[in-house]
């Protein structure tokens, strides 16, 4: 048929491009062509595998080296793995995997270096791992990663840098992370993230940069984001980026131009956008949007060219489109959508396509139409209503096919069918009814192969099919034409290249040839040739003489169409370097603003009207460059300086014109002193003790100033604080207190003085002079109690502590020293006035404590003391129970009662022998399916209610089933070694049919309702 529609489509797009500006006399690009066939477009059936309308289904499709590998069903064999050329007799059934009709059901199809890996079921080793070359005898299975009949279930299979990277349970670890290299050796489980048999649940596999980045659940610090380089050790957790058992939940794994960008929840709700470098450090929250307001607020994030594009929640609940660079500021709303709420959700099937945004877009509710953006709000456009009016026409399953879009969609009237786009509204077309009327063939699984694509779908008379694109193509003209450089330098050798010729053909694999043709601009052609795509002046150029060559160059094709565009070729005169640079001030006063300036650059060249730039460069001199910034020609130093602390900077600097050429020079920038006040004063003593003479010194004065070697005057000042300043002199830099102090009369002067440097700037400040009383030392230290019941809780009190003191209402404070009688100091604390005793003592172990202890009164005047700390004993009931730590595993189809501890102990710190009579033995934690008993072992026997060892009766029975506690009371008999040997034999069995996990406890309660400690045993239930 005629595609006029297309050619003209071609022709705009090309335009659009700036490929066909015209200039005078040029053919025309976009000629009609008369009406010549320019391309034509079909979707065709590529085979009927099941004759009559039921359909095979074709599903899984997967492009491996140029061959499409599918899923389909021929209703002999069941789902099976099958391939096509794109010929009815080129699609052929790969293997029946699993003989007879019920199928293999290959699935997650992966191409992997040319070798395609997928799932299935032969029937006999349950879903594993299988690999295919194509051929029936190379469709092999790769491992049976979980033994017999069991599924391993392998899924997310992923390419990494050659490797293939899936998840799997081989029945043992649970789910976790497995490579292949399509080799039963080489089919290894990478790392058990999450000890046991629970599994990490590997999810999101991504490949950034050979990196293979997903997330796990450890069992520690929950879901977070992991990475691997393909090895064990490799295999590490990124960041724990929220800190607890929860996880952050990673999620929307997309690598952006080699970055990894993910949402996340750092806390509880609160959902960013983050990106990663593989790094602890680099791994960082870009921006919170919305506020956080759930998983669904960030979603679709797409990768445009290294942009990365995506839907998100604005803090109004409204729906936007967003672009981020990787930086909060770079993060950017686009354009909102006005719909409210996840749902409908507006932004779908974020799609790019060399280099622009495709999307579903829903600008009212339930009107999906299709979108595109170029990044910017002005550039984000309906591209066209297909389904007219409210009801949309929900684009989906946006694919890229050599440039350009195709997708489904249903317009309302044919139904659900396959259109594409290169764009615009013009160019947003029905590819084909392929059902025809309103049925909609419904395309699915649109898969890009050799330019060609590849879908299933149902015409209405053979069911769901395999069908493809059909493109044919005829000769185009050149559309553009190239050259490399327009420029040559004067004083060229003859025949010097000026550059490289490139034409631009729609068609690929055409053989151009360049020529110089006579028309518009091709007023220099004489002194130009052409060998081969290479551009030559023939003379040798001198600007002064001509500074520009016109020409004209025509490509034409080996069909004989041609192009033709004209080039001005500019002569550059040559460049002088730079000679010199000045700068109007080298120097600056200390204490300016930042950033101020200092001078102005000016520069020395032989070429008269260059422009230039100065720039800071590294090299000799350049020791203070980073302190220093250049903007247009003038020099500013960046900090505030300070002369006493730096007076002279070093900087290097270049001048470049604006051919390129350099030159450097080395500046020294001085620092001005300036004098500066002083910024404080200090007192050598603040505090004076009653009854000094008259005129007694208080202390010294001192300054501090910004200035070295300044001298200063120091003064007492009328102003806030001076109350008392006609009590004190000043003789030179001395404080003097002119009468006798007395506390009980005046216990504190105030007094305000100022310090005054050699250039008059002066500092004030107030000070507080202290009048301290005379003080008595204490004479004596009394401790209420100096004895303790062993056994005491950890800092238990002892006694209290109190002090004799000639002066009356003195307060103390107490310490403990080292000295005569401090040996068991470091067992001991005081609080306030309370003695305590840091650890549990025994009386067994230490029988008293030594310790000595100082007083001292708030004037610091003290009296030492040494205290022995007698312990007394008490009898221990026994405290110790000891448990096996490890879980008891219980199989529950073994029917059988089984010891709950093997190695139970129970001890007692007291010397003497146990007794356990009148004491009760208790053992609880079981469900109403368990049952605890006594097993005869170790001489333990049960007669009735009664448990023996041997003949003699021990205990009696209370419990043990339906849940409630296994109670013995116990008789005299029951020695310490009975009791454990009782602990010992202590059974269990459950009948539960769901597995779980139960904590036994075991106590022991003496006569006097004394408990030992409470131990458990964990045991874990298994069929």
Known sequence: MLFRPFADFLCRLRQSFGRTKRIANRVPLCERLEERVLLSIDAVQVSDIVAGATGSSPSQLTNVNGTLYFSSNDGITGKELWKSDGTAAGTVLVKDIAAGSVGSNPGSLTNVNGTLYFTANDGTSGVELWKSDGTAAGTVPVKDLAAGSASSFPSSLLAVNGMLFFTADDGVTGQELWKSDGTDAGTIQLMDIKAGSLGS?????????????????????????????????????????????????????????????????????????????????????????????????ISYLTDVSGTLYFGALDATNHNELWKSDGTAAGTVQIKTFGVVGYYPQPLTGLTNI????????????????????????????????????????YPSSLTNLSGTLYFTANDGIAGKELWKSNGTAAGTTLVKDINLGSNASSPGSLTNVNGSLYFSADDGTSGIELWHTVVTNVNDPPTDLSLSATSIAENNAANATVGTLSGFDPDSGDTLTYSLVDGTGSTDNASFSIVGNTLQIIPVTHFATQSSYSIRVQVADQGGLTFQKQFTINVIKANQSPTDITLSSTSIAENNAANAAVGTFGATDPDTGNTFTFSLVAGTGGTDNSSFTIVGNSLQITPSTNFEAKSSYSILVQVADQGGLTFQKQFTINVTNVNEAPTNVGLSATSLTENNAANATVGTFTATDPDAS?????????????TDNASFSIVGNTLKIIPVTNFATKNSYSVRVRVTDQGGLTFEKQFTISIT????????????????AENNAPNAAVGTLSSTDPDVGDTFTYSLVAGTGSTDNGSFSIAGNALQIIPVADFESKTSYSIRIRTTDQLGMSFEKQFTISITNVDDFPTVITLNSEPLVYHVAARKVVAVDGTATISDGDATALNFTGSVLQVSGQTSKDKLSILKQEGITTKGKNVLLGKTVIGTIAGGTKGSALTIHLTSAATQPVVQSLMRSIGFKSTDKVAANRTLKFQVTNISGTNTNQATRQIQVEH
């Not at 950034?208 to 929950?222: E, K, M, P, R």
């Not at 495709?358 to 595109?372: H, I, P, Q, R, V």
């Not at 300044?710 to 001076?722: K, Y």
């Not at 009383?773 to 303790?788: E, H, R, Y």
Request: proline share 4%; no cysteine.
């Open 201 to 297: 649940y590997p999810s999101s596999l991504t490949a950034v940069n050979n990196t293979l980045f997903f997330t796990a659940d450890d069992g520690i610090t929950g879901k977070e984001l992991w990475k691997s380089d393909g090895t064990a050790a490799g295999t590490i957790q990124v960041k724990d980026i929220k800190p607890g058992q929860n996880g952050s939940f990673p999620n929307s794994l997309t690598n952006v131009g080699g970055t990894l960008f993910f949402t996340a929840a750092s806390s509880p709700g609160n959902y960013q956008l983050w990106k990663t470098d593989g790094t602890v450090s680099g791994t960082i929250p870009v921006k919170t949007i919305g506020g956080g307001a759930g998983s669904y607020s």
């Open 354 to 393: 060399n280099g622009t945004l495709f999307f579903s877009g829903n600008a009212t509710t339930g009107d999906f139409e299709l979108w595109k953006s170029d990044g910017t709000t002005a550039g984000t456009v309906l591209v066209k209503d297909i389904a007219v009016g409210a009801t949309g026409s």
């Open 710 to 722: 300044n001298t200063f005057t120091f003064s007492l000042v009328a102003g806030t604080g001076s």
């Open 773 to 788: 009383k005379a003080d008595l030392a204490p004479t004596n230290l009394t401790l209420s109690s100096n004895t303790l």
